[in-house]
Antibody
């Protein structure tokens, strides 16, 4: 089955860290760029970060630049998002999505940043 | 950065109606425009990419058009299950950005 499954969401304190993962299956993961998109409670979709198929280039929204790091392990079909120095405004459901136009989405994982 | 502006922000229509949602980019994005449908508590679902190419499995009642800066999503023969929020997103260059969403209510 073609799917993406996110994990790693949790409650974190401001200034803390979390690492999200996205497990891909049913397609050739190494052939596609991947994205992280988030949605704060009651709000719209916000693109967070993207990585090219080989992992050689990464891109970030200004709101997370310098705090978040996207990476991938093509041998394990896994996409990651290391989130450091978390802020309350990072509270959101985080989705991973496949290729530039996000033709496949995971179900999301909830990150809550609160003291 | 390219800004995406959707209109209207919400609309109400009846079963059987046809509706059009507009998305405007702040600069030319050729046809690098995607549309998504999101129902409450669910992940977004891809409907259209390349401005007008229907994603596999998406019914033909959905159609997209446009190029450059102005784009539309049209949904025909509305059914109750079409009630959702619809988003456009450009993927012309980084950072990718989404429109603010259009909430469609079926009366």
């Amino acid at each position: 089955e073609v799917q993406l499954v996110e994990s790693g969401g949790d409650l974190a304190q401001p200034g803390g860290s979390l690492r999200l993962s996205c497990a891909a299956s049913g397609f050739t993961f190494s052939s596609y760029a991947m994205n992280w998109v988030r949605q704060a409670p009651g709000k719209g979709l916000e693109w967070v970060s993207s990585i090219t198929s080989g992992g050689g280039s990464t891109y970030y929204a200004d709101s997370v630049k310098g705090r978040f790091t996207i990476s991938r392990d093509n041998s394990k079909n896994t996409l990651n998002l290391q989130m450091n120095n978390l802020r309350a405004e990072d509270t959101a459901v985080y989705y991973c999505a496949k290729r530039g136009y996000s033709d496949l989405w995971g179900r999301g994982t909830l990150v809550t940043v609160s003291s | 950065d390219i800004q995406m502006t959707q209109s209207p922000s919400s609309l109400s229509a009846s079963v059987g109606d046809r509706v059009t949602i507009t998305c405007r980019a702040s600069q030319d994005i050729t046809n690098y425009l995607a549309w998504f449908q999101q129902k409450p508590g669910k992940a977004p679902k891809s409907l259209i990419y390349g401005s007008s190419t229907l994603q596999s499995g998406v019914p033909s009642k959905f159609s997209g058009s446009g190029s450059g800066t102005d784009f539309t999503l049209t949904i025909s023969s509305l059914q109750p299950e079409d009630s959702a929020t619809y988003y456009c997103q450009h993927y012309n260059s980084y950072p990718f950005t989404f429109g603010q969403g259009t909430k469609l209510e079926i009366k």
